[in-house]
Protein backbone atom coordinates (compact mmCIF):
# COMPACT_ATOMS: atom_id res chain seq x y z
CA UNK A 1 0.00 0.00 0.00
CA UNK A 2 1.17 3.54 -0.87
CA UNK A 3 2.48 5.84 1.65
CA UNK A 4 3.75 9.43 1.55
CA UNK A 5 5.67 11.43 3.70
CA UNK A 6 5.66 14.99 4.45
CA UNK A 7 7.96 17.72 4.93
CA UNK A 8 7.85 21.66 4.64
CA UNK A 9 5.45 24.49 5.46
CA UNK A 10 5.91 26.50 8.91
CA UNK A 11 5.37 30.17 8.62
CA UNK A 12 6.16 33.11 5.93
CA UNK A 13 4.89 36.43 5.86
CA UNK A 14 2.92 37.48 3.14
CA UNK A 15 4.57 37.35 -0.27
CA UNK A 16 7.01 35.21 0.86
CA UNK A 17 7.72 31.70 -0.12
CA UNK A 18 7.93 28.01 0.84
CA UNK A 19 8.29 25.01 0.10
CA UNK A 20 6.43 21.23 0.57
CA UNK A 21 7.73 18.24 -0.30
CA UNK A 22 6.12 14.45 -0.33
CA UNK A 23 7.84 11.14 -0.90
CA UNK A 24 5.74 8.53 -2.38
CA UNK A 25 6.62 4.78 -1.56
CA UNK A 26 5.11 1.21 -1.23
CA UNK A 27 3.61 1.27 -4.72
CA UNK A 28 4.38 2.06 -8.37
CA UNK A 29 4.97 5.49 -8.78
CA UNK A 30 4.38 6.41 -12.05
CA UNK A 31 0.91 6.79 -12.88
CA UNK A 32 -0.79 8.42 -10.29
CA UNK A 33 -2.58 12.30 -9.25
CA UNK A 34 -0.07 13.40 -6.51
CA UNK A 35 -0.11 16.76 -4.72
CA UNK A 36 -1.68 18.67 -2.43
CA UNK A 37 -5.41 19.39 -0.87
CA UNK A 38 -5.20 21.59 2.07
CA UNK A 39 -8.09 22.48 4.74
CA UNK A 40 -8.75 25.91 6.29
CA UNK A 41 -10.45 25.56 9.76
CA UNK A 42 -14.50 25.04 9.39
CA UNK A 43 -13.93 24.79 5.69
CA UNK A 44 -13.65 21.25 3.57
CA UNK A 45 -10.65 20.12 2.37
CA UNK A 46 -9.69 21.12 -1.49
CA UNK A 47 -7.38 20.48 -4.12
CA UNK A 48 -4.40 22.33 -4.43
CA UNK A 49 -2.14 21.56 -7.21
CA UNK A 50 -1.98 17.53 -8.72
CA UNK A 51 0.99 16.24 -10.93
CA UNK A 52 0.73 13.39 -13.40
CA UNK A 53 3.21 11.12 -11.79
CA UNK A 54 6.01 9.65 -14.48
CA UNK A 55 4.28 11.59 -17.24
CA UNK A 56 2.79 15.03 -18.08
CA UNK A 57 0.62 16.99 -16.47
CA UNK A 58 0.00 19.54 -13.83
CA UNK A 59 -2.85 20.87 -12.27
CA UNK A 60 -3.97 23.88 -9.96
CA UNK A 61 -6.53 25.26 -8.17
CA UNK A 62 -7.65 28.80 -9.65
CA UNK A 63 -6.85 30.60 -5.90
CA UNK A 64 -3.18 29.03 -6.59
CA UNK A 65 -2.24 29.20 -10.35
CA UNK A 66 0.49 31.53 -11.40
CA UNK A 67 1.82 31.75 -7.77
CA UNK A 68 2.44 28.13 -6.93
CA UNK A 69 4.44 25.32 -8.96
CA UNK A 70 4.17 21.52 -8.63
CA UNK A 71 7.27 19.22 -9.53
CA UNK A 72 8.05 16.08 -9.48
CA UNK A 73 11.42 13.79 -8.79
CA UNK A 74 11.38 10.71 -10.58
CA UNK A 75 14.69 9.35 -9.41
CA UNK A 76 13.52 10.15 -6.04
CA UNK A 77 9.72 9.63 -5.61
CA UNK A 78 8.68 12.79 -4.80
CA UNK A 79 7.39 15.78 -5.68
CA UNK A 80 7.77 19.23 -4.53
CA UNK A 81 5.21 22.61 -4.51
CA UNK A 82 6.99 25.88 -4.18
CA UNK A 83 4.43 28.31 -2.38
CA UNK A 84 5.44 32.12 -4.02
CA UNK A 85 3.85 35.43 -3.33
CA UNK A 86 1.69 33.83 -0.58
CA UNK A 87 -0.88 35.21 0.99
CA UNK A 88 -2.76 34.83 4.51
CA UNK A 89 -5.55 32.92 2.67
CA UNK A 90 -2.71 30.89 1.81
CA UNK A 91 -2.71 29.62 5.46
CA UNK A 92 -3.80 26.08 6.41
CA UNK A 93 -2.99 22.58 7.11
CA UNK A 94 -1.96 20.64 4.00
CA UNK A 95 -1.95 17.38 3.12
CA UNK A 96 -0.26 15.65 0.34
CA UNK A 97 -2.52 13.13 -1.31
CA UNK A 98 -2.29 10.64 -3.96
CA UNK A 99 -5.06 8.54 -6.23
CA UNK A 100 -4.52 5.91 -8.70
CA UNK A 101 -5.56 8.01 -12.41
CA UNK A 102 -7.29 5.88 -14.28
CA UNK A 103 -6.92 7.48 -17.67
CA UNK A 104 -3.95 9.49 -17.11
CA UNK A 105 -6.08 12.88 -16.00
CA UNK A 106 -5.51 14.52 -12.75
CA UNK A 107 -9.25 16.65 -11.46
CA UNK A 108 -7.87 19.07 -9.03
CA UNK A 109 -11.40 18.93 -7.76
CA UNK A 110 -11.80 15.64 -6.88
CA UNK A 111 -13.79 14.37 -3.92
CA UNK A 112 -11.99 13.69 -1.14
CA UNK A 113 -13.20 10.98 0.02
CA UNK A 114 -11.56 9.32 -3.40
CA UNK A 115 -8.26 9.70 -2.62
CA UNK A 116 -6.57 6.78 -2.23
CA UNK A 117 -3.59 7.79 0.68
CA UNK A 118 -3.05 10.78 2.27
CA UNK A 119 -0.09 12.23 4.07
CA UNK A 120 0.14 13.13 7.93
CA UNK A 121 -0.38 16.88 6.96
CA UNK A 122 2.14 20.06 7.47
CA UNK A 123 0.84 23.80 8.60
CA UNK A 124 1.07 26.82 6.67
CA UNK A 125 0.92 29.87 8.49
CA UNK A 126 1.30 33.25 6.64
CA UNK A 127 1.00 36.62 8.37
CA UNK A 128 0.05 39.92 7.05
Known amino acids: QARLAESGGGSAQAGGTLRLSCGFS????????LGWFRQMPGKEREGVAL????????YYSNSVRGRFTISEDKAKNTVYLEMSNLKPEDSAMYYC?????????????????????WGQGTQVTVSS
Open 97 to 117: AAYRAAVGICTINRNPSLIDV
Open 26 to 33: GDTYSGNC
Open 51 to 58: IYTGGRGT
